[in-house]
């Protein structure tokens, strides 16, 4: 409990005590006294004011506030008008005891928000204090955000990392836990990079810093979580604009019934009023205002603790109404590590040579095909002389071509042979990616490169399609025959091959078209490396960036970040969403089904002051209570 807490539990033990108080003067001694009707009146509202206003004057107040500023019906005016109509009518105790119970509720409501607020504000204690700077041979504490990019920063063992940089000296073990979900610690040594945020658990480090602190990791995230309750669901914008319209109704209702069946009824108006003011009591809508957020925002922090960062309630949301779930392949469905498999000549050319002039070709590329054949000619002991190449062009999404010793080298798919005008034998028989080699538009042979498919990512798909998900599709700019391997392996259902890049987003839209415009139609998220995938994780109703972490562009685009490399964790997010959902949805019908029902039982004269106290905080200490469920989540 914080000190707000504290200070609200001991105004309720301290009203409770002096309520009893006064109920034992009232009944043993007031009621004995013969005062007469107006004196005892006086008597009796002045001993219960004293534990009313303690417990009740901040409400009073804010009631009071509200209506000054124009904010008329909320549920402190609800609350205000009861209680005091309930003192107008003798009804001392009850008021009273409305109040007391009101802030319960309030304080139970507060110990929730807080202890889920916890679950996602863990990461707030990523946020650095200070970083550590050399001056003069010592160590001199400034604030992250004045350290600029270049500057050299010492992390003594047991501090936060308070800037991205890479180190320049040392070696040691981090702890990724708070950003990753993962509590084993990574070794890091001179050149590696080390993300703001993570603990060094090991010796003494010293980082060249690569960013400023406004643009590194950690400050990236916690501005993320900090918005992410301004993300809302339907469920609560619902709930925003049912208490809107629904608070003034029921008090336009409650003045009804204090006044209309007494006239119509020649009945007294003092039953009926009581009546109006157990009806307010039971109409206050804290139990929805209050538990649908809570339980989002319970779903947020269970999905930050395993990870995964939901940068909003309606992501959340959307996720449990997911039916189609897009993989791009390369880095998502496999490790994005590619090998030379096979070098097959057709010319004129010896399988060394074909592969160094593919080397060559390659070696300016960043593709990670490029990268493996380039290392494979690399490993067996040779190296490129880059002044020998000439007239680089790069064609998208086709290959590459070079000049080299005054020839023309052309690498890459069949659609370079095709645009090239190169008579080539094109390979159908291998499950791995071709690239095709010419000189001078001569065909000379082939090589294949194969990627590894993740470890755990055919569990991944089965449990995906455990979790209610209806249609996996898997993008790739992979010839057809590789593709349908991958995706025979993994279980997934469609496949669309030979993509280019811009291909990838376009496919992504149809895919979207085809599930129509109802608001009510299966939700599609997309999954991606968060590295080139940007475009299309905007696009999707849920981006899904994977393996995120350090990533700006992932960070930036998804809507959904897996901060790790666990492509099981998209199943869990999905699970998390479906069960913050059930949850929010069982809270919904709970309380009005409670609610509608006191309140006809009330107009009947069934329901008392007390059985009212049930439906507004016995109901809205349950509605907290089930939401608090997801902080209890678990794998």
């Given amino acids: 409990m914080n000190k707000k807490q504290k200070r609200q539990l001991k105004k309720i033990i301290i009203s409770l005590v002096l309520l009893i108080v006064m109920v034992v003067i009232h009944k043993l001694v007031i009621d004995k006294l013969e005062l007469g009707n107006v004196l005892s009146r006086v008597i009796l509202t002045a001993m219960y004011l004293v534990p009313y206003l303690i417990i009740g004057g901040k409400v009073l107040a804010k009631a009071g506030r509200n209506i000054l500023?124009?904010?008329?019906?909320?549920?402190?005016?609800?609350?205000?008008?009861?209680?005091?109509?309930?003192?107008?009518?003798?009804e001392y105790t009850e008021a009273a005891a409305v109040m007391l119970f009101y802030q319960v509720g309030e304080l139970f409501e507060n110990i929730a928000v807080n202890k889920s607020r916890t679950a996602v504000t863990a990461l707030v204690g990523l946020r650095p204090d200070y970083a550590n700077i050399e001056q003069d041979g010592e160590l001199v504490k400034v604030d992250p955000s004045d350290v600029t990019v270049g500057s050299e920063i010492i992390i003594l063992p047991g501090e936060k990392v308070p800037v991205d940089g890479v180190v320049v000296e040392g070696e040691s073990f981090v702890n990724t836990a708070a950003l990753t979900g993962e509590s084993v610690p990574r070794g890091v040594k001179v050149g590696d990079t080390v993300l703001s945020g993570c603990i060094n658990e090991g010796g003494k480090l010293t980082l060249k810093?690569?960013?400023?602190?406004?643009?590194?990791?950690?400050?990236?995230?916690?501005?993320?979580?900090?918005?992410?309750?301004?993300?809302?669901?339907?469920?609560?914008?619902?709930?925003?604009?049912?208490?809107?319209?629904?608070?003034?109704?029921?008090?336009?209702?409650?003045?009804?019934?204090?006044?209309?069946?007494?006239?119509?009824?020649?009945?007294?108006f003092a039953k009926w009023i009581g009546r109006a003011l157990i009806f307010l009591v039971i109409s206050c809508p804290c139990a929805l205002v209050i538990s649908v957020p809570l339980g989002f925002f319970g779903g947020i922090g269970a999905a930050s603790k395993l990870g995964i960062l939901v940068k909003g309630s309606n992501y959340l949301e959307a996720m449990a109404e997911a039916d189609t779930v897009v993989f791009d392949k390369t880095g998502t469905l496999t490790?994005?590590?590619?090998?030379v498999n096979e070098v097959v000549c057709k010319g004129d050319c010896s399988s060394d040579e074909l592969l160094m002039l593919a080397a060559y070709a390659e070696c300016?590329?960043?593709?990670?095909?490029?990268?493996?054949?380039?290392?494979?000619?690399?490993?067996?002991?040779?190296?490129?002389?880059?002044?020998?190449?000439?007239?680089?062009k790069e064609i998208s999404g086709k290959g590459?071509?070079?000049?080299?010793?005054?020839?023309?080298?052309?690498?890459?798919?069949?659609?370079?042979?095709?645009?090239?005008?190169?008579?080539?034998d094109e390979n159908n028989d291998t499950s791995g990616t071709v690239v095709y080699v010419a000189r001078d538009k001569e065909y000379l042979g082939y090589i294949v490169i194969s990627d590894v498919i993740k470890q755990d990512a055919s569990s991944a798909i089965s449990k995906l399609h455990s979790e209610g998900i209806k249609n996996t599709v898997m993008l790739t700019g992979d010839r057809?025959?590789?593709?349908?391997?991958?995706?025979?392996?993994?279980?997934?259902?469609?496949?669309?091959?030979e993509l280019l890049p811009g291909d990838k987003l376009c496919k992504l839209e149809e895919i979207i078209a085809s599930k129509g415009k109802s608001k009510k139609r299966g939700k599609v998220a997309f999954v991606g490396d968060g590295i080139n995938d940007a475009p299309a994780l905007t696009r999707a109703d849920i981006g899904i960036a994977m393996g995120a972490l350090?990533?700006?562009?992932a960070i930036e685009a998804a809507d959904i970040v897996l901060m790790d490399d666990n492509i099981n964790k998209l199943a869990t997010v999905r699970n998390i969403?479906?069960?913050?959902l059930a949850i929010v949805r069982q809270n919904i019908v709970f309380a009005l089904g409670v609610k509608f029902l006191v309140m006809i039982l009330g107009l009947f004269g069934i329901a008392n002051m007390w059985l009212a106290v049930f439906a507004d905080v016995g109901v809205a200490v349950i509605a907290i209570l089930n939401s608090m469920r997801m902080l209890k989540y678990r794998e």
């Fill in 335 to 339: 490790e994005g590590v590619f090998k």
């Fill in 69 to 90: 500023n124009g904010q008329v019906f909320d549920e402190n005016f609800l609350m205000s008008l009861a209680t005091i109509g309930a003192f107008i009518l003798g």
């Fill in 209 to 268: 810093t690569t960013k400023n602190f406004e643009e590194s990791t950690v400050a990236k995230i916690l501005d993320m979580v900090e918005n992410a309750s301004s993300r809302k669901s339907r469920s609560e914008s619902f709930i925003t604009r049912f208490a809107k319209y629904y608070t003034p109704l029921v008090v336009v209702a409650a003045l009804i019934v204090a006044f209309i069946p007494p006239i119509i009824l020649h009945q007294s």
């Fill in 480 to 497: 057809a025959k590789t593709a349908q391997a991958v995706a025979g392996e993994l279980g997934i259902k469609t496949v669309y091959s």
């Fill in 577 to 580: 969403g479906g069960k913050t």
């Fill in 400 to 424: 590459v071509s070079v000049s080299l010793d005054g020839a023309t080298i052309f690498a890459g798919n069949k659609k370079l042979m095709r645009d090239m005008g190169i008579s080539f």
């Fill in 364 to 392: 300016y590329s960043n593709h990670p095909i490029a990268k493996s054949i380039e290392s494979a000619y690399v490993e067996v002991g040779n190296t490129i002389d880059k002044d020998k190449i000439e007239d680089v």
């Fill in 550 to 553: 350090g990533q700006d562009a």
